[in-house]
């Protein structure tokens, strides 16, 4: 039963996108399992980019059946429009399959979600505002839309009245916003309903049967381990579970089942949005790290905050998810420093800390500890073999699997899917 999940080990872009991209000419399905359109994956085939915001990267690779499992929420309107522009370039897009289970972000949702960060103004979480909080608080409070349930109008209509009961008295009284209609929704949500069916199937069961037939099934989280809704720096976090354990409920498969973990590291350490973020670079080098590693969200558009590797979190997420393997991805933006720095260490109150303090607090007025590495000057992109590196980049990659705790087993030299070097095989 060869089921692989890959993951963000950061606080997500670390490149996942490629690292499936890589693995999806040799697996049968690649799902993924939480998230909304709030994550977005760059993948680079020959001369073309591809953005992908909804759908597994594994839709890029011919043979592979990309699923959307339960644990994702899924906004109609941006998964055909999706996958609309795939047809457009000649992507085969027929095999795609979405969990009936899977929960729908409606209108009310989008709304609730961009009101509500306005309103909390500087205490604001920096949300992506494409509802995909409000969706996963309508799932947990069970008045969710559910894909199944475009199929039924009675009961379509049942649970969006349900939802819009404290929704609008939110929208009126609180937030001075017009109350919204639910037959306008209802209406709304049929139109996809159609174009939606060819797609939906008991993805649990398709799923469990291809591992028992021995088929190789990849697991793709969104966003990264460190904004993960239980072990990720909270209150700025996601709304679900990019962690190893969120594949499981994620798409309905057993923890036994499970054979490798994967990581994606990116060799010097990123943060969309709100919160904290120890290693974060106001300077020269950090704006060098954003330009040349084209750090801009492919969701949001927003640039990315920058700072160099932090090897505390590395080694939290090797623990939290029991990781087997790293993907490091982007050595190549830092050819051309003197020195590199890794934060090996946190300073808080005056004591050093080696592990992720579990305070809140503490790691708000956590400073970093680093220790400085000798830098390479030389092209790596044409590498294509780890002794091909530079003695001081494999001298960094050592480190740096060192102190996260798991071995490196493929490194990302540039943006092309065959910038990469593989060092052991993940199947």
């Known amino acids: 039963m060869p089921a692989l999940v890959l993951l963000g080990a950061q606080w997500g872009d670390e490149g996942k996108g490629k690292a499936t991209d890589l693995l999806g000419g040799s697996v049968d399905y690649v799902v993924r399992y939480q998230g909304g359109n709030n994550a977005g994956h760059t993948v680079v085939v020959g001369d073309q980019k591809y953005a992908l915001h909804l759908l597994p990267s594994g839709i890029l690779s011919p043979g592979c059946t990309p699923v959307i499992g339960n644990g994702v929420v899924v906004d109609p309107s941006v998964l055909l429009s999706e996958l609309s522009g795939l047809n457009e370039r000649g992507v085969d897009t027929s095999k795609l399959l979405i969990s009936g289970n899977a929960h729908i972000i409606t209108p009310y949702n989008v709304t609730v979600d961009k009101v509500t960060e306005r309103f909390l103004g500087k205490r604001k979480i920096g949300t992506t505002g494409r509802g995909i909080g409000p969706t996963y608080a309508d799932k947990i409070n069970r008045v969710g839309i559910r894909v199944q349930d475009l199929y039924d109008e009675s009961i379509l209509t049942q649970k969006v009245e349900a939802a819009l009961d404290v929704k609008n008295q939110l929208l009126t009284k609180l937030y001075n916003r017009r109350a919204i209609a639910v037959d306008q929704v209802v209406a709304e949500l049929l139109e996809y309903a159609e174009k939606l069916k060819p797609y939906v199937a008991d993805t649990v069961l ?15 989280g969104g966003q990264g381990t460190l904004l993960d809704i239980d072990h990720g720096t909270y209150p700025f976090v996601t709304s679900s579970n990019p962690t190893a354990g969120g594949a499981c409920t994620g798409a309905g498969v057993g923890p036994t089942k499970i ?8 060799a010097y350490t990123t943060r969309v949005g709100a919160g904290p973020f120890p290693t974060e670079l106001f300077d020269e080098d950090g704006e060098a790290l954003r330009r040349i590693g084209g750090e801009r969200g492919v969701t949001t558009g927003r640039d990315r905050r920058c700072g160099w590797f932090d090897a505390v979190i590395a080694r939290y997420a090797t623990r939290v998810n029991g990781l087997t393997d790293f993907f490091l991805t982007k050595l190549d933006v830092l050819t051309g420093w003197e020195q590199i720095p890794v934060c090996v260490a946190y300073e808080i109150d005056g004591k050093r800390v080696e592990e992720l303090p579990y305070s809140q607090s503490d790691f708000h007025h956590a400073k970093p500890v680093y220790e400085t590495l000798p830098g390479w000057s030389e092209d790596i992109t044409k590498a294509k073999s780890f002794s091909d590196l530079p003695k001081n980049a494999q001298n960094y990659v050592k480190a740096l699997e060192e102190m996260s705790g798991a071995p490196i087993s493929a490194i990302g030299v540039g943006p092309g899917r065959d910038e990469t070097i593989e060092i052991n095989s993940f199947l």
């Open 206 to 220: 398709v799923l469990n049967q291809a591992l028992e037939e021995d088929k190789v099934v990849l697991f793709e």
């Open 259 to 266: 054979s490798r973990v994967i990581g994606i590291l990116k």
